[in-house]
C-alpha cells in the first residue's frame, strides 16, 4: 500500500481539517474529476477521491486511518468490506447529491432531460432569404414570399394513424422508466416511449398518406411587414410562423435574411445616406443654388463660391427613419466637379482667358511650386 496516495492529500486538506472542510473539498472535487463531465472527467481520479471521502469522512475510520496509515484497510482492517477500493462501504448518505449532479445537465436526476409526459415536440425552425428594393428598405412595404412547410396532415389530423389504441408500451403515459445501478445507489431515468413516441397511443394503420409521421410538406404563403430602416445582413424571426410540431408542438420560428439592392444614386451608411452632388467648374467658382435629391424630398441648398471637388455638405435628418433604433439619419452630399470633356471654340475661348489670371498665387499652389523648383 506504500504506492497509495495520501487521503489528506488527495482531498488537498490538511489533517486538522474540519469535517465540513472535507466535505467541501471532495464536492468540489467529484464536480471536477466525475466521469460526466466532458472537459476534466476522470474516472480513476474520481474513485480515488470517493474512497478517500468515505474514509475521512467516517469519525472511527478517521482515527484508525490517522494512527495507522493505509495499513489499518488492508485484509479487510478495519470492517471496510475487503479494502478500501470498494464503494459498498462509501458515506454519501450525508451529501446533497442534487448539488454534485445538476451541473452534468441532470444525468441523474429522477427524469433525466425529456419533458414529462406529453411527447410534444416543438418544429423545426426554417431561414429564407429575401431581396428588397432600396426603397422598401429605407420606407418598409409590406411582402409575401412562398416558403416548403410542414403541415399537419390533413387525412388524420396530425396523427399519423387510424384506430387509436393505448400503447401497450407505456400504459398510455408516453413515457417509461428505466433503471441504472450505479456506485451512489439504484436512479431512475424518465425518456419518451420509444413505440409510441411519447403519445401514449398507438394506431392500428399507419396514415398512408403521411406514412404515419403525421405531419406533409406544403408550399405556403407568408406575409411579411418589412420595418423601415432594414439593411443588407439584418435577420428577422417570424415567430410560430415555421414547421409544425410533433404530436400537437408548437411551431417552429421563420428567420428571414435580408439583402437589399443597390440604388441609382443613393449610397447608405447605417442610418446615414450619400449623394453625389455634380456642379460645373462655373457653379464650383461662382457658387450657385443647388437641388438635392433626399428620400425625404428634394431639397435647396446653397453652394458657396470657391466650393472644391470632394467637399461634403451634411443634411441634418435627412436620412434613414430606422425603426430598430427610432433614430433619424442625415445625409451627406458629396461635390463632383465635372470637367468637360467637348467644348466649344467659344468656350475654349473662355477657358483660356481663365487661365491668364492669377490664381497660381494661392496658397496650394505656392506650396506645390516650391517643390517643382
Known sequence: MADKQDYYDLLGVSKSASDAEIKSAFR???????????????????????????????KQK?????????????????????????????GFEDIDLSDLFNMFGGGFSSRGRSSKGTGKTKGRDIETNIEISFEDAVYGCEKTFKVSLDEPCNECSGKGGKGEKTCSTCGGRGRVVSQQRTMFGVFQTETACPDCGGRGVTYAEVCTHCHGKGIIEKVKEINLRVPRGVETGDTLRMSGKGNAGLNGGPRGDIYINFRVKEHEIYKRDGRDIYVNIPLTVTEAILGCEKEVPTIHGTIITKIPAGTQNLEKFRFKGKGVDDEKSGRLG???GIVNIIIPDKLTKEQKDLIKSLSETTLDNSKEFKTYYKYTK
Do not use: C, M, W
Open 62 to 90: 478517521r482515527a484508525q486511518y490517522d494512527q495507522f496509515g493505509h495499513a489499518a484497510f488492508q485484509n479487510g482492517g478495519a470492517g471496510f468490506g475487503g479494502g478500501a477500493g470498494g464503494f459498498n462501504g462509501f
Open 330 to 332: 442625415d445625409e451627406y
Open 28 to 58: 468540489k472535487l467529484a464536480k471536477k474529476y466525475h466521469p460526466d463531465n466532458k472537459e476534466t472527467g476522470d474516472e480513476a481520479k474520481f474513485k480515488e477521491i470517493g474512497e478517500a471521502y468515505s474514509v475521512l469522512s467516517d
